[in-house]
């Protein structure tokens, strides 16, 4: 069991130099030849608080992250060494392309590397940002008002059999649109682009919240980033 102290000790380490801006967009660049590597949390692990606890935050982290790269790499390595040094959401977008043998085992951890990297951008300090400007006109568009999102993601949330995620995707008829997927699969893999996205695997609450996958997205709800959302709706914008 970790202590408080190692917790927080590790948390900072994980935050030093790793500011939301440019390193934001760095975490899911090619890996190096010798593979990808687990990308420091732009927080320390108690930043989240009261909403995610540190120790799940230290847990999910460098155990269950680090765990799927390790065997990204693994893979990667044994029957396609030349994948390793391509980007993580090309990979994860061309998987019909890798030797049938891997394909399963890089899905699944090539998809658990690329979710994680993205979700920890995806969340920030309780309540310290809130969408606006043309990100709250979508989602008012999309939704009826921010509550409405709120109530469709979590019916996506609970919906989810078993482990997966809850994501915000640019729509098709509308602006905006909610959709889940099973395990560590990515809504890019099916050409969507990903605005927001859920962890509802039990390892990303059980701690704190036990069996209420409820009450962990309602609470999830308030450490949200809302920048970062806006910054991939302002992306997909102009594509």
Sequence with gaps: MWTRRDILRWGVVGAVGAGIGPWSRA??????????????????YDALEPIIDAETMMIHHTRHHQA?????????????????????????????????????????????HLNHSWFW???AKPRSTAPKGELLKALESSFGSLDGFKKEFLAAALGRFGS?????????????????????????TDGQTVLLGCDVWEHAYYLKY???????VEAWFDVI??????????????Q
């Design 225 to 238: 980033n809302w920048d970062d959302v806006a910054e991939r709706f302002a992306k997909a914008s102009k």
């Design 27 to 44: 975490v899911c660049q090619q890996a190096q030849a010798s593979g990808f590597t687990l990308p420091k949390l732009p927080y320390a």
């Design 210 to 216: 036990r069996n209420a996958r409820g009450k962990y």
């Design 164 to 188: 997966g995620w809850a994501w915000l995707v640019v729509g098709k008829e509308k602006p905006l649109a909610i959709t889940s997927t099973p395990n560590q699969d990515n809504p890019i």
């Design 121 to 123: 951008l995806m969340m």
């Design 68 to 112: 799927y790269i390790d065997n990204l790499n693994k893979a990667l390595a044994e029957a396609a060494p030349e994948w390793l040094t391509r980007d993580i959401t090309d990979i994860v977008r061309h998987y019909s392309q890798l030797p049938e043998k891997i394909r399963t085992t890089v899905r699944n951890n090539g998809g658990g």
